[in-house]
């Protein structure tokens, strides 16, 4: 009876001490290998995925930018692995020093208060803070010489204490560009201006070429095009274009009555009628564990799509290093991409959208269902596109029709 007793007493007290610890050591290594779950709904949920929907940078990619190539004052720098962009533009006779000192002021002025990069503890290897891609043009400024935060400092409308003298049109998807606005020593102001290259090359009138600025004909922004961004995109880099323009006068919100955004609204007369500066190449190399968690993906039924606001060319080229994209199943025999398995946002738009009278654009999932079977990648892409990609995928009932999955498969598309 005595032992009973002790039994009865120590049991229930210990138990709970027991149990505590032993789910604390389970709950210590389920973290250590990624695998705790603390709502076990979400097993569920994770467990019946059919397709992941994924950004590029920073996600796929490393986010860890650096300028390989560049097109400066008409001098093409390509991709070299024994020096850097920014050392071979500074060492460069064709390029004049007063084209590079713009160019640095271009990335220094127009880029936001967050981005730079500091050296710490006596390492060669900067340490980025704010945007990727500002930080990496920052760090060619300083291979080519100058040094940013001087240039900030000493730049009015553009330094802490005079910020009110200048003004700046932040980045927008809609945009897919910023401008900055800053007094000129002789009047009248400056506005440089930065961007996804296409854009900046559809708003430029004048170009830099041998150290003057000449008019921009069409034959030669279709040889930019194919020459620089085409080139630069299929090696798998971002590119930036950089521009500017003089004006007597601070008319920064006056809007132009032909030219629109890439969302169909107006864009601002400031940002157009720019002189071509240049166009740099911007690499952010793949995670190397992508590709095999990407092949696993694929083995287990799942559907990888990558959704990103990169140039197509440039989005191609990442998805086919990172297995999103198969030689084999979504390209044709000279290499080129299928219709419909990589699409540019403003397409995607018309493709599943009908308009009314009003031209408002409403969702049509039937059209969606005819695409979404093939999209891989989606480049280009507003936050309004990535909303529409995921209440698509979610609203198809396309498994319910037997016979348009059977064509499917026997087109390859699983």
């Not at 009110?164 to 020593?185: D, H, I, L, Q, Y």
């Amino acid at each position: 009876l005595q032992t009973l007793g002790i039994l009865a007493c120590a049991i229930p007290e210990g138990l709970p001490l027991a149990l505590v610890i032993a789910l604390a050591l389970t709950s210590n290594k389920m973290a250590d290998q990624n695998n705790l779950v603390k709502t076990l709904n979400s097993c569920e949920t994770m467990g019946s995925a059919t397709t992941i929907c994924t950004d590029k940078t920073g996600t796929l990619t490393t986010n860890r930018m650096t300028v390989r190539a560049a097109y400066i004052d008409g001098v093409l720098f390509d991709v070299s692995d024994s020096e850097s962009v920014g050392a071979r533009v500074s060492q460069s006779s064709k390029v004049g020093a007063d084209k590079k000192e713009l160019v640095c002021q271009l990335v220094s002025i127009c880029s936001m208060d967050e981005s730079g990069f500091r050296y710490e503890d006596g390492s060669k290897i900067p340490h980025f803070q704010g945007n990727p891609t500002e930080c990496a043009l920052l760090k060619m400024s300083e291979e080519i010489g100058y040094n940013y935060s001087d240039i900030r400092e000493s730049t009015p409308g553009r330094s802490v204490g005079t910020l009110s003298e200048g003004s700046c049109k932040g980045f927008s998807s809609a945009r897919k560009m910023m401008s900055w606005t800053v007094p000129r020593p002789g009047g009248g102001f400056r506005i440089y201006a930065k961007g996804a290259s296409e854009i900046i090359l559809s708003r430029v009138s004048q170009t830099l070429q041998d150290g003057q600025v000449v008019k921009l004909r069409d034959s030669e922004r279709a040889n930019i095009t194919e020459t620089v961004i085409s080139k630069f995109a299929n090696l798998a880099m971002r590119t930036i274009g950089m521009a500017y323009k003089d004006v007597d006068s601070q008319d920064l919100d006056d809007l132009d009555p032909v030219l629109t955004n890439t969302d169909g609204s107006p864009a601002y007369t400031c940002e157009t009628g720019l002189t071509l500066v240049g166009i740099v190449g911007i690499e952010d190399p793949l995670r190397p564990e992508v590709a095999p968690a990407i092949g696993r993906c694929y083995r287990a039924g799942i559907d990888v799509r990558m959704v990103t606001g990169d140039n197509l060319a440039t989005a191609i080229a990442i998805a086919k290093g990172a297995g999103i994209l198969s030689e084999k199943l979504h390209c044709s025999k000279d290499g080129k991409v299928l219709p419909f398995r990589a699409m540019e946002g403003r397409t995607f738009r018309k493709a599943v959208h009908d308009y009314n009278d009003e031209g408002e654009a409403v969702f049509n999932q039937e059209k969606f269902d005819k695409i979404w079977p093939y999209l891989r990648v989606l480049a280009r892409s507003s936050p309004d596109d990535k909303l529409t990609l995921a209440k698509g995928l979610n609203g198809s009932r396309l498994f319910l029709d037997k016979p348009r999955c059977r064509a499917l498969l026997d087109e390859g598309i699983t």
